[in-house]
């Protein structure tokens, strides 16, 4: 019955959590698929191994959390290094991502083979899967609560279940981003999803080199 009502907290602060995770994970999920080829299976893919990775992320953190107690003895200046070195990292991968779209589209993004990100399907998928593993790490508000949560509890076994509830609950707001594949592409949405990665990819740059240099002046 207890861990009904732990795994129960966990689903229901996922649900609850769902907006500050599209506000957090949205400017960088967009953007990237619209950068790929339409069609319903194909954003699938990438949304499937997005969510999957950014899983893998929540259950490291939440085996930290547990092991080390991380969310209740980090310093904040620990926690200020390991954001900003998380969102440093995110910054690079979305800067390769609008490189790697830069193609010249022809009359038609639907069918042309240039709208991809690198060469093969793999490629796409890595680069999906280490997008949601970096997010996986932001440290927002809900996350935050989830890990101290997550380190009360008795084993790492209810602390990895919690955070798995908490990945379900959170992941329900992303399943309406399927529904970009229906987006035609044309080089104006493709030459637009490439500034816009750009610019956030330089938010993120900026703002993880002000947290790594211990800096106070990014607003938080």
Known sequence: MVAVVIFGEALTLGLVSGPACMA????????SLLTEQTGFRRHLRFLSAFLG?????????????????????????????????VNVLL??????????ARQICGSS???AKLV??????????AGAAVLGFLTGFSLCPPF?????RAAELGSVTQALLFFIFFFVGTSVWFVPFIGIGC?????AVLTVARMTMTLIAL????????????????GF
């Open 24 to 31: 957090s994970c949205g400017p960088v999920l967009v953007p």
């Open 53 to 85: 990775a950014r899983l893998l992320g929540y259950l490291a953190f939440a085996a930290a959390a547990w092991e080390i107690g991380a969310l209740v003895s980090m310093r904040p200046a620990s926690r200020m290094l390991l954001m900003g070195a």
């Open 91 to 100: 910054a690079c991968v979305l800067l390769w991502y609008a490189y790697s």
């Open 109 to 111: 993004c639907s069918s």
């Open 116 to 125: 991809n990100i690198g060469t093969t399907k793999d490629r796409r998928v």
């Open 144 to 148: 935050v609560a989830a890990g101290v």
């Open 183 to 187: 987006i035609a592409r044309n080089q």
């Open 203 to 218: 938010y993120y740059l900026f703002l993880g080199i002000a947290m790594l240099m211990g800096r106070k002046a990014y």
